[in-house]
């Protein structure tokens, strides 16, 4: 069993930058994969990053990349999201996700946290 805890969200005006955090407790975070999808009202969950267990290979969602940034520290127990160049579209829901064994993806992984609010003004 695992469990997720985002914190970092807020509220920010366009062009400025946040860094999620999403502290894992249980056991084996190294074993896991992990993740941040967004959720903004009215719209589809949107997968926005994803990184390897070793923390050492990662993947992004076209409008993030080169915005955003996924790290994981398998010391800390602890997956971060530097976002950056923020934009009024990315206003959502930010949920971490870990999936033991397999890329985290948009609805198919094993753990999710309650999600952290994130509004980006004009």
């Known amino acids: 069993q695992v469990q997720l805890v985002e914190s970092g969200g807020g509220l920010v005006q366009a062009g400025g930058s946040l860094r999620l955090s999403c502290a894992a407790s249980?056991?084996?975070?190294?074993?896991?994969?992990m993740g941040w999808l967004r959720q903004a009202p009215g719209k589809e969950r949107e997968l926005v990053a994803g990184i390897n267990a070793a923390g050492t290979n990662t993947y992004y969602g076209d409008s993030v990349k080169g915005r955003f940034t996924i790290s994981k520290d398998n010391t800390k127990n602890t997956l971060y999201l530097q976002m950056n160049r923020l934009k009024p579209e990315d206003t959502a829901v930010y949920y971490c996700?870990?999936?033991?064994?397999?890329?985290?993806?948009?609805?198919?992984?094993?753990?999710w946290g309650q999600g952290t609010k994130v509004t980006v003004s004009s």
């Open positions: 996700a870990a999936r033991r064994g397999m890329i985290v993806t948009r609805n198919s992984n094993d753990y």
């Open positions: 249980g056991r084996a975070f190294s074993d896991y994969y």
